[in-house]
């Protein structure tokens, strides 16, 4: 945590020293607002996805985030990889490799050049491998989705559950937050073009 708050701290006074529109908003006489603080904090942990882990009856925190690449017509369909970096007691390394289904909410979207936001309940499954342990994992997410026929941005809340192959490990449950960042569609061109 004295990471991530250092972390946060250091961007937020990169964020006041830069020549942006919005540097009034971060300037003042004591040397920052508690505005510019909240905000820098946000994004700092929306950036970073923080994870809560429960195993063995305890609660551990950490930061993870996902990449994942599209497939299908509108990029529904994902494989993704997560790398989450665990604080407490021991400090461990978890890898995660899933495939995942988005059901999009509203369904009169289509591939355009342009952003388009919807609802988005995910479903997916995976391989989990921590440099020692191995399992397999279902999860589920919700969140917004912001697309176009290659982007992909997501912020979700999502809920897993790890189940070890070997019984002399505890099984893991993990509830994150963030924003995942992936390409949404890249074997398929669609051939749009601009108006």
Do not use: W
């Amino acid at each position: 945590m004295i990471i991530l708050l250092f972390i946060l701290v250091t961007a937020a006074q990169c964020l006041k020293a830069q020549d942006l529109p919005f540097k009034n908003f971060f300037s003042n006489t004591q040397g920052g607002s508690p505005y510019s603080v909240s905000i820098a904090a946000a994004i700092g942990l929306y950036l970073l996805n923080p994870i809560v882990i429960y195993e063995s009856k305890k609660l551990y925190m950490g930061i993870t985030k996902e990449f994942s690449i599209g497939f299908g017509y509108f990029g529904e369909h994902r494989i993704g990889v997560e790398y989450s970096f665990i604080i407490g007691g021991n400090i461990r390394n978890y890898l995660r490799a899933s495939y995942k289904y988005d059901m999009l909410l509203n369904k009169n979207l289509k591939p355009s050049n342009s952003l388009q936001g919807t609802g988005v309940f995910s479903i997916g499954a995976g391989y989990f491998y921590d440099f020692d342990k191995h399992g397999a994992f279902p999860e589920f997410t919700y969140g917004y989705s912001l697309r176009n026929h290659k982007l992909l941005l997501y912020p979700h809340i999502k809920l897993r559950h790890t189940f070890m192959f070997k019984k002399e490990y505890p099984d893991i449950t993990d509830i994150s937050f963030g924003l995942m960042v992936g390409i949404a569609n890249p074997f398929i061109d669609l051939k749009i073009r601009k108006k």
